[in-house]
């Protein structure tokens, strides 16, 4: 009985052996890496049948789950199934999607196959397919196709397609589409491109549409571009029908935490732009460019252990920086800055050197109307002739104001340090730079009749200098505490030293020594507390004065040449009472601090933005006070004159947030005389602004914001003489994969002393996934006269 039972064992073991073999031979044979499953059913030598958790590799770019796998050696097909009476699909995956079908037919031999029902997520929503065909490494043909970025059972809307073609597992193809809202067709479209992408490095991503009265249609369309590990560039094209054509591209390179490159081009071709060529002003087609970048990095110093030298290179240059702004914010001038920089930086314990060569380039061009008194002096210029009068008011005028200023540091070296203790009573530290300074600047205003050059004047003459420089900063420190009060003293010597400029206003001196010095004095915190712990009520009260003395000796500076920041330092002999308050009542917190000074110098010798009218020595009074809390945020700052407590100058800014619910209120108001003073260009004391938004549904929210101002002076709000300048009205609607904006906008302002009113009504819808539509429907302007 041993003996048999031994014998049927040894025959069960080597059918099992065969059986192993056959299978792994067969399917090697049919190119397929790896088979898993239950069980294994060989219906004779050119067909296997798996059965049951059935997983499949095929040549290592497709993996393949089922419930039932068929194998065919002799035709070089592979068919998978799922089982009626299951809920299982067959999966299968490449290297960027995941496919749900019923069925799925694949040619070993050439890839090519079919699949039924299809169901397949990308990043950006889900796609349906009742037949796609596999033609392909990554392509595939689909027929009666459904796309929606919603995953409800009735999408919000979405796109049915009689075929589509997904091309690279990155881009699909419509051909006879509808778009439907809901289960309502809402407009058909005879072929759409969408970029879709899960997994996959590079690739397009969301296109954006937009329509404007001044730019008309455009779209804008990016592209990613995965290089490699760490380094990746995003190439974009942005086109306008009435504007032209913009390109882009942003490149990065991560080397290192503190090694990295970061580059921005851009190139545009702008139809129907102002081209200065000689002395006249055409209209065309305009090239233009802007390439920035910047690259950090770092080395080690071999001669110093532990040290490394840092590095920031900086390229800036083009012909301006208004491709961007003309693309899409459609400015009409801005100020042209160009950095070059080459930059080396180390640290030690206590200090910090840098040593660069920077070149900084300001340009400034902004094309304008001519005033009503500008037009009158231009006309006297010309010469007398009937056409001329007669068709005056038909030419064009403009005016140009153009400003150059360049600086340019070779080499700029500068040290800084930290402070250092002598003897635990004092403090010291000291920075100071070295440099050779080059500089020029000019400014020109050009006027200009039927885009011929008829008058130019000379704003501010060219000006250059050269000049070595050297500028040292000290400032010696000492803290001292004593019963509960804090005393601080500080000496700040400041030499300047220089070679002498061609300048003609320029003296013969070539050194400025300033002596600073100050003194701050915190006396004692006090405080107060209050508990009621029946009510459970608690309140704290603490105060503290100061006292504090900053002085900075007078120097005459008219006759030294203006380079750069660095040139211009404004005296200062100021002592300021400070008092500090601060309330906290359960979760309550209010804070009021009260501040004067006393100014020894003259007014025209201190900083313009410190000047106040009237002002001999004593400089107003100033109450700041802030209250907030869970619910509201008020803020207070008033200034008021000492002789008649006028008021110079208040802010005034409310906030209210209870739930969803948000309300701002806020007031400006300056002094007449204040502005005078300052040389401040508005003309307008008081402003207003109002803001508030709130939900009207779950989805659906209203926002209004408004800017007004008054004539009127009020020393809190002006309800009297108030007019508005500004409103947006927008009601947004955001849904589960679309939202939609509706909103008006009006914008009042003076031009040549008339009033001149814009409105415009706007239109926004946003798809999930495939981009959105803009549309502002602008109502030509309403003029009256000031």
């Given amino acids: 009985m041993h003996k048999f039972l031994v014998l049927v064992l040894f025959f069960f073991i080597f059918f099992i052996s065969k059986s192993y073999s056959f299978v792994r031979d067969f399917v090697e044979s049919v190119k397929i890496i790896k088979v898993n499953s239950v069980q294994q059913k060989i219906e004779n030598f050119n067909k296997l049948i798996l059965n049951e958790n059935v997983d499949v590799w095929v040549d290592q770019k497709l993996h393949i789950w089922a419930d039932e796998v068929e194998i065919d050696k002799e035709k070089q097909i592979l068919i998978a199934k799922k089982k009626d ?8 995956e490449n290297s960027d999607f995941l496919i749900l079908a019923d069925k799925f037919f694949l040619n070993l031999d050439n890839k090519t196959g079919y699949a039924d029902n299809v169901r397949m997520q990308v990043s950006q929503g889900y796609i349906t397919s009742a037949r796609a065909e596999k033609f392909g490494e990554n392509q595939w043909k689909m027929e009666d196709i459904c796309y929606t970025p919603c995953d409800g059972p009735i999408p919000h809307w979405s796109i049915i397609a009689r075929q589509a073609v997904l091309h690279n597992n990155y881009l699909i193809r419509f051909n006879g589409l509808i778009f439907k809202i809901g289960q309502l067709p809402f407009f058909i479209l005879p072929t759409m491109v969408l970029p879709v992408q899960n997994r996959s490095q590079s690739g397009f991503l969301l296109p954006r549409i937009s329509y404007d009265d001044e730019l008309g249609f455009g779209i804008r369309q990016d592209y990613y571009w995965y290089i490699a590990p760490r380094c990746d560039s995003t190439l974009g094209v942005d086109w306008k029908v009435k504007r032209g054509i913009a390109f882009s591209n942003d490149f990065r390179w991560v080397r290192h935490p503190e090694k990295f490159t970061l580059v921005n081009a851009q190139y545009a071709i702008e139809k129907n732009a102002f081209v200065k060529k000689g002395d006249k002003i055409v209209k065309k087609t305009d090239q233009r460019y802007w390439i920035s970048g910047k690259d950090f990095s770092f080395f080690d110093i071999k001669f110093l252990p532990n040290k490394k030298l840092y590095s920031l290179a900086r390229v800036d240059f083009g012909t301006d920086k208004r491709i961007g702004y003309q693309f899409f914010d459609i400015t009409k001038g801005l100020d042209d800055t160009f950095y070059n920089s080459l930059i080396f930086r180390s640290t030690g314990n206590r200090t910090f050197n840098t040593l660069m060569l920077d070149c900084k380039e300001t340009s400034f061009r902004q094309f304008s109307n ?14 007398f002739e009937q056409d001329t009068v007669n068709q005056w008011g038909t030419f064009s005028k403009k005016k140009e104001v153009e400003d150059k200023v360049t600086i340019l540091l070779l080499p700029h070296f500068e040290h800084n340090s930290a402070f250092y203790k002598l003897k635990n009573l004092f403090s010291y530290k000291h920075d100071f730079f070295v440099d050779q300074i080059l500089s020029k600047s000019k400014k020109m205003e050009n006027f200009y009749i039927n885009s011929s050059l008829v008058k130019e004047t000379v ?27 804090f005393l601080k003293l500080y000496f700040n010597p400041m030499l300047q030293l220089r070679s002498r400029t061609k300048i003609s206003s320029d003296n013969k001196k070539k050194y400025r020594l300033f002596l600073g010095a100050g003194a701050e004095w915190d006396l004692p915190e006090s405080s107060i507390e209050w508990q009621d712990t029946e009510n459970n009520f608690f309140c704290n009260y603490f105060f503290q004065p100061s006292l504090k003395w900053d002085f900075l000796l007078k120097e005459n500076q008219n006759n030294w040449f203006y380079s750069d920041n660095w040139d211009r330092i404004y005296p200062q002999n100021q002592i300021e009472f400070y008092l500090r308050n601060n309330w906290y009542l359960n979760s309550l917190n209010i804070d009021l601090n009260i501040s004067t000074a006393v100014e020894f110098y003259n007014k025209s010798d201190i900083f313009p933005l410190r000047r106040y009218p009237g002002q001999k020595h004593f400089l107003p009074p100033k109450f700041e006070l802030s209250v907030n809390s869970d619910l509201i945020s008020l803020f207070f700052s008033q200034e008021y004159e000492w002789r008649n407590f006028k008021l110079l100058q208040s802010q005034i800014s409310a906030n209210f947030n209870l739930g969803q619910f948000n309300f701002t209120l806020g007031t400006l108001y300056q002094n007449e005389s204040l502005r005078q003073e300052r040389e401040l260009l508005s003309d307008i004391p008081h402003f207003v602004f109002f803001r508030t938004s709130f939900p009207l549904s779950k989805s659906l929210r209203f926002a209004y914001s408004g800017q007004f101002y008054s004539s009127k002076s009020s020393n809190f709000l002006p309800f009297e003489g108030l007019r508005d300048f500004a409103h947006n009205v927008s009601l947004d609607y955001h849904g589960h994969c679309w939202g939609a904006s509706i909103g008006f906008e009006e914008k009042k302002y003076r031009e040549c002393g008339d009033w001149k009113s814009e409105r415009s009504y706007s239109l926004f819808v946003r798809l999930e996934s495939l981009g959105s539509f803009a549309r502002k429907f602008k109502r030509p302007p309403v003029y009256r006269a000031g």
């Avoid at 009476?85 to 299968?92: D, F, N």
């Avoid at 001519?370 to 010469?383: A, V």
């Fill in 459 to 485: 704003l501010r003459p060219l000006a250059k200098a050269d000049t070595l420089r050297f500028f040292y900063s000290g400032n010696l420190q000492s803290n001292l505490r004593f019963k509960e009060q």
């Fill in 370 to 383: 001519l005033n009503r008194k500008e037009e009158g002096e231009i006309f006297n210029l010309l010469p």
């Fill in 85 to 92: 009476e299951t809920c299982s699909s067959v999966v299968i």
